[in-house]
Structure formats: structure tokens, C-alpha cells
């Protein structure tokens, strides 16, 4: 059974740029949740993707979208990026569209200069 | 709106002595209440829930926490700290979405 993986590991962006960031949901998973932690704070939820729709959002900005694929993989964008976007952020799989039992992986850290 | 307040940033201990991690939270309704542990470099994993029946919830790795509605309180204790136990430890309080609101956190520091 393969983990919740997410790419890339570490990027850096200077601010205004765009980014996409990726992540692999566990096997048997329809859902993923994206959580922002920033240093010392947290996990904030941003959305979650349930069956390739959102289902819910946390609040942040339009400029952090996201979608899921048919084979339950997820992307989150985040547009015209700010310096307190830097972060680590979180993706997380579970099963029907809740959160009781999620996996997280191992994040992907964003420096925005 | 649902909160959490873990008032302990950190928390040192000595290895083989026993810990407890408070937490409070702020629900309308019976919470459903999560305890995750982060270690350096990894996501976090759930160490157990709580979400109705038996007030006292076994974990994984040895840990339990006791929900106490009177007092808004899901603590977390383990009778004996092992030095791999250091980690970034994170309440959460989740209603009918189950999505949670996460903690500040709270990290362990472990003495040999």
C-alpha cells in the first residue's frame, strides 16, 4: 500500500510568480484535504476534493485553487503569490469526503522571496 | 466557530518520566477531538481520536488523552516518555465535516 506522497519537496518563488504543487492520495482514497502550516502555527485547512469536486473550503483566497484528477491525485495553485504564502503545505487522503481518518504526507516547503 | 489553545509551547521532560499535553477547545456541540504527533521533516500522524462512548481513548505508541466535557479538555499522556518521542504534538477539534482545527502545537523535548 503506497503513502500520501507530494512534489516537490522544497521550491522557491520570488513573489507574484505562480506555483503548482502535487500530491498522490493513499491507494483506495477519494478525497484529499491541503492544509497550510505556516512556522510555528498549525495546520489550516485550505479545501478539500471529494470525487474530482470541492467540498469544502477553509478560509483563503480565490487565488488558491485546486483540483482533483480522476485517479483521486490533487494539484493546489496558488496565483500571484504574497511573502506570507511561504509555508508548509500539507496534503492529506482519506475516504468519503470526510476527515476522520486522514494520512498526511510529508509536505511541500514554499519560500516565497 | 471552533478553536483550540494548546497553552504549552514547549514542554521538556526527562526520558522515562510520564507527560501530559493539555489541550482546550471552544465547540458548540460534542466535538470530535484528534491528537496528531509531527516529527522534523514528516507529515503528521494521527496518535488517536475521540468521538463519542468511553471519555478515556487509547492511541498509538503508548499515548491516551481523556476528553472532560466540564472542563473543555482532551490531555494527552503517556506514563513514560521514550527519547523517540520528541516531536511537534498538535490538538484538533472537528464538528460534523470532521474537518479539524488544528492547535498551535506543542513540542516535546526529551532529556536523555
Known amino acids: 500500500e503506497t503513502g500520501v506522497t507530494q512534489s516537490p519537496t522544497h521550491l522557491i518563488k520570488t513573489r507574484g510568480q505562480q506555483v503548482t504543487l502535487r500530491c498522490s492520495s493513499q491507494s483506495g482514497h477519494n478525497t484529499v484535504s491541503w492544509y497550510q502550516q505556516a512556522l510555528g502555527q498549525g495546520p489550516q485547512f485550505i479545501f478539500q476534493?471529494?470525487?474530482?469536486?470541492?467540498?469544502g473550503r477553509g478560509n483563503f483566497p480565490p487565488r488558491f485553487s485546486g483540483l482533483q484528477f480522476p485517479n483521486y491525485s490533487s494539484e493546489l495553485n496558488v496565483n500571484a503569490l504574497e511573502l506570507d504564502d511561504s509555508a508548509l503545505y500539507l496534503c492529506?487522503?482519506?475516504?468519503?469526503?470526510?476527515?476522520?481518518?486522514?494520512?498526511f504526507g510529508p509536505g511541500t516547503r514554499l519560500t516565497v522571496l | 466557530a471552533q478553536s483550540v489553545t494548546q497553552p504549552d509551547i514547549h514542554i521538556t521532560v526527562s526520558e522515562g518520566a510520564s507527560l501530559e499535553l493539555r489541550c482546550n477547545y471552544s465547540?458548540?456541540?460534542?466535538?470530535?477531538l484528534f491528537w496528531y504527533v509531527q516529527s522534523p521533516g514528516q507529515g503528521l500522524q494521527l496518535l488517536l481520536k475521540?468521538?463519542?462512548?468511553?471519555?478515556l481513548v487509547q492511541g498509538i505508541k503508548g499515548f491516551e488523552a481523556e476528553f472532560k466535557r466540564s472542563q473543555s479538555s482532551f490531555n494527552l499522556r503517556k506514563p513514560s516518555v521514550h527519547w523517540s518521542d520528541a516531536a511537534e504534538y498538535f490538538c484538533?477539534?472537528?464538528?460534523?465535516?470532521?474537518?479539524?482545527?488544528f492547535g498551535r502545537g506543542t513540542s516535546l523535548i526529551v532529556h536523555p
Open positions: 475521540y468521538f463519542s462512548g468511553d471519555t
Open positions: 476534493y471529494y470525487r474530482e469536486e470541492e467540498n
Open positions: 484538533a477539534v472537528g464538528g460534523g465535516s470532521y474537518i479539524p482545527t
Open positions: 465547540y458548540g456541540a460534542t466535538p470530535y
Open positions: 492529506a487522503s482519506s475516504l468519503g469526503g470526510g476527515a476522520i481518518e486522514q494520512f
